[in-house]
């Protein structure tokens, strides 16, 4: 399943619809600043433990896009849901002044 890349107006669009945001930082990092309702599942234990299958639509994002873009392909065949990576992360996120949780 492919994988598109989004801003995070339309990430924050997708979420208000329904969509789940997956953090695929670290829980240290996830604990010290995170996007309300992500879920935490780190792309150093993602392929063991993926995403609910049941899910219908998910955004992966990590802090700047770096992590998400290298990760791309894997992350991809990690769900069989609509598959989004929000571009700039979480910062992208901050960026555009939605709420974040710290810490």
């Known amino acids: ?13 997708l979420v208000d619809g329904g969509a ?14 995170s996007i309300p309702g992500a879920r935490n599942h ?14 219908q639509t998910v955004i992966y994002h990590c802090k700047s896009g770096g992590r998400t873009r290298m990760a791309s392909s894997a992350l991809s065949r990690c769900s069989s849901a609509d598959s989004y990576i929000m571009d700039g992360g979480i910062e992208a996120w901050k960026a555009a002044g939605y709420p974040v949780r710290r810490g």
């Open 1 to 13: 399943m492919s994988i598109r890349h989004i801003d995070a107006r339309e990430a924050k669009r």
């Open 20 to 33: 789940i945001l997956i953090d695929v930082r670290e829980p240290g990092e996830h604990a010290d600043e």
């Open 42 to 55: 780190p792309l150093s234990a993602i392929t063991q433990s993926p995403p609910d299958p049941a899910l």
